[in-house]
């Protein structure tokens, strides 16, 4: 184990934004630009100490980094365990600048209980940055629950007119997957208890076990179920739409950004290292529901003409990419998927916020209620188009990277699944840039619209990063893509070792997980 | 010193210095730019070059050969030529749209692996479209959109196929393919023949070509299509599917522009039939037909370049595009005739123009490959190509009813550009040899033979005479022409209705779901457990419970009463069981 | 110099002028192609004189015929503004 330097970095960047809790309770009410300049500054330091974790992460070994340990209640056998590895960096960076820039965001979006919207999303940035970094059960299940409560109260107070009703739809929907999880969780920990006399709650512990395919088949279902609805898959996506077009802007941004991804590293988290047969059995299933998700996704996007729940149903649609790429189980579909969790994060993010600065000023997020804006909003529209394109995968942009990654992976396992998706970029197409022309181009219809402003200073700073990352990962993704290489590969050969006993994997028995794009040799583990 | 410098990139990076230009400076480095690019292709040794590693793979940038170097003269030539005849325009949008979409060609023309390619290929497209919607009216728009969304269509398809011919073989080397027939063979083919538009995937051409701007329509008509004819030389020759589509495709286009009334979708028609014998020729396979395929492309850009550039001048000299609103312009554009004129005999394949000696290579083709069949229905095309571009649409655009319009000649950049390309349709015709030389095969074809030429001019001349005698029958007349497009135009209703009616529907249900289930459930459901469960059965029971007790306790209450001879009875029976008890214990 | 040659093809005035140097030239080319060489020729066709001058003729008529027999028969061609509901 690598141990962690004296300086415990995971912990500090997970709990600093207390501290800004902690500093904004004591300000005034009314100083609203002070609360959200203390809410900024802590999520940017934050970011800031995150950045180190990427240029001291050894991509040569696929074990967990910056690992702190202290044992907690040692007769349960929890601890306070934090590590990441090659999966879970990206996503730890992604939260901590998305926090930041969503924070930016809402200066004059939010103006009513401004401090209680503030200390909300640093205290989301908080359980978000835990469910990452934990590695024990317990202490990844109370950050996951944690993470419920500021994300109904952002949705329920400060969102829109069917905020009530979106926020409870939300957290009733993620609490039932949560309570699955937690009977899973706890069924393991007696197992584990039943098989060697020892209590633990250490992830660690049960991935390298190998547990009876019935047992792993009940409890993969389990964690499915959590899995799936945030996501979300396919049927389990309804409360999406919902939250999205209710939250508010920086709320939706967090929303579409991190805590979907939070599903889709749950399962390569938990499902696919612990039960790696059962893993193997629910791939047709999996990789069915995935397709159907792109597609129908895609479709629904077409028709909406509110636009933040076309943007939502195309987060269904991206996030059944990443579910596809995944669960095609080789090198190729995993490193897609999580770079795909990457880019959907940036783009859709980026076009939440894009979205935003459209409701600021308008109040209405109709595509009827625009057009033309392309006339009076020059520099908006530009970045609006570069956001699409990065959305539908157009090349040189971020999203080709990861969706060519996962077509590749997904042809490998299976031609005729892959090929729907393929017909899913060109859907992907239509909803946008059908959306886009009827927003931006033709003549200005309503007079209103003609005395809007373009972007301002602010918004084009909270813009412009994203935009960076944008193009970087596009032309030169190398440097993302070499952080993950290891720990991907290692997770692919406990998941496919695994495939001469499966009894459902003929298919996937013809991968050779040892295939690799990069013409090294692995080297030695451990 | 560079032993290599890509093309592509002057255009891609130049295109970026052309927003801090202004006048005179902006004109002179725009033609700057094209110079330096025909400059580079000349200097050019045959080689790979720029290779990179990305993802593991090896890319190539720079794989030249005889067949990527003739595309890259012409494609470079034209660039110079469409950006002289485009120099007035004010837009800079546009010429950064036209700088990239060049770019874009000669990256895919010099690429080595297909990913490189597909990138390039998507830039085109999205360079190309921007010059449709440059125009910025509804129709512009509309087409613009429609285009944009084929070309993502064959993008996706091209990009499958990659995937799969990558998965399968493991290489990205871009080659000849094998003919398998597998489905990734297939997927690529039809990636290419989107933009090669061979029918029935051919309308995006002829919907948006007339509806781009002036300028931006002559680029589009160059690049697009011959880059796709490049591709499909290089990638399947002999694929015996090509000789059928290529022919149909020479005789579609023609038919279809007989009938057309707006001057450049007429042109876009026969660039369909001019592609279609350059398709035929990839088909063929054979040397001589690949010859012809790659030195018609090369004359075709030029004389189509032409015909667009003069097409286009008395559209913007006269603002209407329609023949039947055109009319007796031979008075007052008398050099834009000429000029158009030299393009439309090259296209003909008059003796002395570009088009005798390259299109014939394409028909010799087919008939030294014994097939007679194609033979004599290219050659039918060829009548039909002289019938429409030569005669029909100079005929009434120039001369036939006079429409009462004195426009005035085109600005000089543009004749001057019309020139160039006139220049060159002639040269070409006249020394065809430079050109020969840059062929991928080697040529044994002698095109000035005595029979050739008088059975061209045979063919050529009384097509004419068909013309003059039947001309009443070719008055045109103002309607459009139902094609493909068709499909996924009225189609694409059905698909919207799909979409909004029925999937919304079920998505709304599957929303409410969750109301309908779990909301109004679980209330009805706790509403039962409190009222009936609840409030009968459990409080029943423990009201039922208490009110033993008390009944009980009623009961036993009697017993103390106050009388004493209550009390003794009492005491006697409460004795007995005691006894009772310790007896039988 | 352009603009007289053009203007005199263009006067209607000279239409009769026009329509005999045509003719000449139709019959100048028929006849010229008796005198070639035929080495290269292939199919049965390519031997007969004026073969050329016949198809060229026959395929014109042809071409122009069955398009607009299509056209206007087969449902082709249609108002202009037929695609704007």
């Not at chain 2, 029979?451 to 005479?465: D, K, M, N, Q, R």
């Amino acid at each position: 184990m690598i141990n962690a330097p004296d300086f415990p970095i995971l912990s500090f960047i997970t709990f600093f934004p207390l501290v800004g809790i902690l500093v904004i309770c004591f300000l005034k009410d009314d100083h609203h630009d002070l609360i959200r300049w203390v809410a900024f500054l802590t999520a940017v330091i934050s970011f800031i100490f995150s950045v180190p974790l990427y240029f001291r992460f050894d991509p040569n070994t696929w074990n967990m980094q910056f690992v702190e340990y202290i044992p907690w209640v040692r007769e349960f056998g929890i601890s306070y365990h934090l590590g990441i590895d090659g999966i879970s960096l990206f996503l730890v960076l992604l939260t901590t600048f998305l926090s930041a820039l969503a924070i930016l965001s809402t200066w004059t979006a939010v103006t009513k209980q401004v401090k209680g919207y503030m200390i909300s999303l640093l205290f989301l940035e908080v359980g978000m940055l835990g469910v990452f970094c934990a590695l024990d059960f317990f202490l990844f299940y109370v950050f996951w629950e944690v993470m419920l409560i500021p994300m109904y109260f952002i949705i329920g107070i400060w969102g829109g007119a069917r905020r009530i009703y979106a926020a409870v739809k939300f957290f009733i929907y993620t609490m039932s997957g949560s309570v699955l999880m937690l009977i899973a969780i706890l069924f393991l920990y007696f197992m584990h208890y039943r098989e060697t006399g020892e209590y633990t709650f250490n992830i660690l512990t049960y991935q390298t076990l190998q547990l009876p395919v019935n047992v792993q088949f009940w409890l993969f279902l389990a964690f499915f179920l959590a899995f799936a609805i945030k996501v979300p898959m396919f049927p389990f996506h309804t409360w999406l739409p919902d939250a999205h077009v209710e939250a508010p802007t920086a709320g939706s941004v967090i929303l579409a950004g991190v805590l979907l991804k939070m599903g889709t590293y749950g399962f390569l988290r938990f499902s696919l290292p612990i039960f790696p047969q059962a893993t193997i059995s629910f791939v047709p299933l999996i990789l069915a529901l995935s397709v159907i998700g792109i597609v129908y996704g895609a479709l629904v996007s077409i028709a909406q003409d509110d636009i933040k729940k076309l943007v939502a149903y195309s987060s269904v649609s991206h996030l059944g990419y990443c579910m596809l790429g995944m669960f095609a189980l080789n090198i190729e579909g995993l490193k897609g998927s999580i770079i795909q969790m990457i880019n959907h994060g940036l783009s859709t993010g980026a076009l939440f916020l894009i979205v935003g600065m459209l409701y600021e000023r308008r109040h209405t997020r109709l595509i009827s209620e625009y057009g033309g804006i392309m006339k009076v909003m020059p520099v908006f529209a530009t970045i609006f188009l570069l956001v699409a394109f990065s959305s539908m995968g157009v090349p040189g942009l971020n999203g080709f990277i990861g969706e060519l990654l996962i077509l590749i992976g997904a042809f490998k396992a299976n031609v005729w699944f892959a090929a729907v998706a393929t017909l899913g970029l060109v859907f992907g197409a239509v909803y946008l840039l059908w959306m886009y022309k009827r927003v931006m181009y033709g003549e200005i219809t309503k007079t209103e619209n003609k005395f809007l402003k373009d972007m301002t200073r602010r918004e084009l700073a909270y813009t412009l990063p994203i935009i960076l990352f944008i193009f970087w990962i596009g032309f030169y993704p190398k440097p993302f893509l070499d952080k993950l290489d290891t720990s991907v590969k290692h997770l692919l050969e406990r998941v496919c070792d695994q495939k001469a006993v499966s009894t459902e994997g003929q298919k996937i028995a013809a991968l050779n997980p040892n295939y690799t794009l990069q013409n090294r040799a692995l080297s030695g583990r451990e | 010193m560079i032993d290599w410098f890509h093309p592509s990139m002057l255009f891609i990076f130049g295109a970026l210095l052309i927003p801090f230009l202004r006048g005179k400076v902006q004109q002179a480095y725009l033609m700057a730019i094209p110079a330096l690019a025909v400059l580079s292709v000349s200097l050019m040794s045959q080689g790979t070059y720029w290779t990179y590693s990305f993802i593991g793979n090896s890319l190539v940038f720079g794989a030249v050969d005889k067949l990527s170097v003739v595309f890259g003269w012409v494609f470079t030539i034209m660039s110079f030529i469409g950006i002289v005849y485009a120099l007035h325009v004010k837009d800079n949008g546009q010429h950064i749209a036209a700088f990239l979409y060049i770019g874009g060609s000669l990256g895919v023309t010099f690429a080595g692996d297909y990913f490189t390619l597909f990138v390039f290929w998507e830039l085109m497209a999205f360079a190309s479209a921007y010059l449709v919607f440059a125009k910025r009216e509804k129709q512009a728009i509309d087409a613009g959109y429609r285009y944009i969304l084929v070309h993502i269509f064959g993008g996706v398809c091209l990009l499958g196929g990659i995937i799969l011919h990558y998965v399968s073989t493991k290489s990205l080397a871009f080659g000849p393919l094998e003919k398998d027939g597998s489905l990734a063979f297939y997927l690529i083919l039809t990636g290419f023949i989107v933009n090669a538009a061979v029918p029935p995937l051919h309308a995006w051409l002829t919907d948006a070509y007339p509806e781009g701007t002036i300028t931006g329509s002559v680029f589009m008509a160059s690049f697009t299509t011959k880059t796709a004819v490049y591709v499909l030389v290089r990638a399947f020759p002999g694929t015996e599917l090509l000789v059928w589509l290529g022919t149909i495709m020479a005789l579609y286009g023609v038919v279809y522009a007989v009938l057309e009334n707006d001057a450049r979708r007429l042109l876009a028609y026969h660039i369909i039939s001019q592609v279609g014998y350059m398709v035929a020729g990839v088909g063929i396979g054979t040397d001589l037909s690949l010859n012809g395929s790659v030195s018609h492309a090369f004359a075709h850009i030029l004389y189509k370049g032409l015909l667009f550039m003069g097409a286009g001048a008395v559209i913007q000299m006269t603002g209407k595009r329609k023949l039947t609103e055109l009319g007796g312009l031979y008075k007052t554009m008398p050099i834009t005739l000429v000029l158009y004129m030299i393009g439309g005999f090259a296209i003909s394949a008059f003796p002395l123009f570009s088009g005798f000696v390259t299109k014939s290579m394409v028909v010799s083709g087919a008939t030294h490959d014994h097939r007679p069949l194609i033979a004599l229905l290219l050659t039918m095309a060829s009548a039909g190509t002289f019938l429409h571009t030569g005669l029909k649409l100079p005929y009434y655009m120039f001369f036939g009813k006079d429409s009462g319009l004195r426009a005035k000649e085109p600005p000089v950049n543009m004749l001057i550009a019309m020139g160039m390309a006139a220049f060159m349709c002639i040269g070409i015709g006249v020394f065809p040899e430079p050109l020969y030389r840059l062929l991928p095969f080697a040529v044994h074809f002698d095109p000035y033979t005595g029979e050739h030429v008088t059975s061209a001019l045979g063919i050529l001349l009384f097509t004419g005479l068909g013309f003059f005698m039947l001309l009443k029958k070719l008055d045109p007349e103002p309607t459009i022409s139902a094609d493909t497009d068709w499909v996924y135009r009225k189609g694409s209703r059905l698909f919207m209705w799909f979409v909004n009616k029925p999937l919304s529907i079920y998505e709304n249900y599957l929303g409410n779901i969750y109301n309908t289930w779990f909301t109004k459930f679980t209330l009805y459901f706790s509403s039962f457990l409190a009222k009936i469960f609840d409030v009968r059965l459990i409080d029943g029971f423990v009201n039922g419970i208490a009110n033993f007790f008390m009944n009980l306790a009623q009961t036993i209450r009697v017993s103390g009463s106050g009388l004493v001879r209550n009390y003794a009875f009492t005491m006697l029976l409460g004795s007995v069981v005691i006894l009772t008890y310790y007896l039988f214990s | 110099m352009i603009k007289k040659i053009v203007d005199f093809i263009g006067n209607p005035d000279n239409a009769g002028k026009l329509k005999k140097m045509g003719y000449v030239s139709l019959v100048a080319v028929f006849l010229s192609d008796f005198f070639v060489h035929r080495d290269h020729a292939i199919y049965i066709w390519d031997k007969i004189p004026g073969w050329g001058a016949f198809y060229g003729f026959f395929s014109c008529v042809v071409i122009i015929l069955v398009s607009k027999f299509i056209g206007h028969q087969g449902g082709i061609m249609k108002r202009e503004d037929y695609y704007d509901d």
